[in-house]
């Protein structure tokens, strides 16, 4: 019989974890490492589309995310005095998948990761990867211990900043800032909202999302052009300012600006994107998730798009083919889905921001009466077509 493969993933973020799952399900070997010292994630909440449902069965962790997930059949726009704009559903149900599913970030990594232990897989923290060498039967890995040991493949899913793509793939792929940022914070849901809604303002928008009948999240974007540093003590603060010059002041959504004054977790993140061409192998050396190809959370999908790659990873190479063969088709597969989803989120993006005259403002609320909806259902589509 031959040998399991030994498979290296670094990164215990949402690609990681739920890929080291996929590969130990095909009797590969797994480890992960993270640079941090535990399993932790900036910002407070994000959403599953089908999918990343879809993807997220296939490794076992669909019914554990539906308890701690809140379904979201769709989301409301309005403009910032709260009329009502248009409803844009996430899809019909289809295999049974609610359209989409709204959770905490920690639960679902400790979810991934507890998934990941039960299935063999081991973990170091505080660790990455100082060098590799490769020859024809394997890739030799020094860690940051000291150590070393020898792998079939390393999987770089280090994320935006990623360090297995500078080193083994060039300075030339590193992120773009692309002219927006986020403003995220937990909040409690006083409004008891069952499904995320945005209000549109003038140059960006507020989006809510329920994690529960309990709490939601805010989700604050804007046109921000360099990257300024704020301090931390004040962000709470500057984020109610933003939020306050995108509603104009109106009563629509005041008692969240009001709470927002006094959240304890506010995660400032200016948008950068990343798009690595073909291949995305360097040898036994491959890069996934945001580290291959970060886009924006315009179409919810980054996330989703990460669990995917480990998904098609494992069943490629649990094909009787070459690693190269692997690797050739698990390109195949990807690249024009992800650079889809990619390039559709860029461009989502920056029509929002085009509201920031009031003649450019009025066209932008005509949009998300009559073509948004139209927009969304290609959205849906593209998302559920076949990976
Ligand atoms: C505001 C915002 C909202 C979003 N909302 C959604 C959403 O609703 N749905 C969705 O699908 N996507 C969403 N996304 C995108 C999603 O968060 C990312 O696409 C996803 O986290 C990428 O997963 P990843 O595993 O590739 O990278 P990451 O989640 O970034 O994980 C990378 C991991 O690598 C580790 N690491 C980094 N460097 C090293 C190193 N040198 N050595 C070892 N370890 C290292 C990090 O500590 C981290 O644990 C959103 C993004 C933003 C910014």
Redesign the pocket.
């Known amino acids: 019989m031959a040998e399991p493969l030994k498979i290296l993933i ?8 739920t890929t080291a799952s996929a590969l130990a399900q095909i009797g590969a070997r797994v480890d992960v ?4 010292p535990e ?1 932790s ?1 900036a ?1 407070v ?5 089908i999918n ?1 449902l879809r993807a997220v069965r296939e490794i076992g962790l669909l019914e554990k995310v539906l308890e701690v997930g809140h379904p979201a059949p769709g989301i409301d726009n309005y403009d910032p005095d709260g009329n009502l704009l248009s409803t844009m559903s996430y899809g019909s149900q289809e295999e049974g998948l609610p359209g989409c599913v ?1 959770m905490s ?1 920690l639960a679902f990594l400790e979810l991934a990761a507890q998934q990941a232990l039960h299935n063999g897989c081991t973990f170091r923290m505080s ?3 100082t060098d590799v060498t490769q020859d024809e039967d394997k890739a030799a890995v020094t860690f940051s211990s000291g150590d070393q040991a020898d792998y079939d493949l390393v999987l770089g ?8 793509r500078r080193d083994y793939f060039g300075e030339k792929y590193a992120p773009r800032p692309v002219g927006g940022v ?1 403003w ?1 914070a937990g909040l409690p849901n006083r409004r008891k909202i069952m499904q995320p809604i945005i209000c549109q303002g003038y140059g960006g928008k507020i989006m809510l999302t329920p994690l529960s009948a309990e709490t939601m999240y805010m ?1 604050l ?1 804007v046109a921000e052009e360099g990257r300024p540093r704020y301090d931390p003590a004040n962000m709470a603060q500057i984020m109610h300012d933003r939020a306050l010059a995108l509603t104009g002041g109106s009563e629509f959504l005041a008692d969240a600006l009001e709470d927002v004054r006094s959240a304890e977790n506010v ?1 400032y ?1 200016p ?1 950068s994107t990343v798009w690595v061409p073909y291949p995305w192998f360097r040898g036994r050396v491959m890069i ?4 291959a190809h ?4 315009y179409l ?7 669990i995917e790659d480990g998904v098609v990873l494992a069943q490629e190479l649990a094909k009787d083919q070459s690693l190269l063969d692997a690797q050739l088709n698990f390109m195949k597969r990807r690249l024009p889905r992800v650079r889809a989803v990619h390039d559709r989120s860029i461009e989502a993006m920056l029509e929002e921001f085009d509201s920031v005259t009031p003649e450019a403002f009025r066209a932008r609320i005509e949009h998300l009466r009559h073509d948004e909806p139209i927009a969304n259902e290609y959205a849906n589509r593209l998302l559920r077509m076949p990976y």
Request: charged share 15%; net charge neutral.
């Open positions: 670094v990164g215990a973020g949402i690609g990681g974890l490492i993270d640079d941090k399993i994630v910002g909440g994000f959403g599953l589309r990343g709204t970030r660790t990455t990867v899913f280090d994320g935006l900043n990623s360090q297995i986020a995220r989700v974007t995660a993140t948008y996934m998730g945001d580290a970060t886009m924006t959370p919810g999908s980054g996330a989703a798009m990460s």
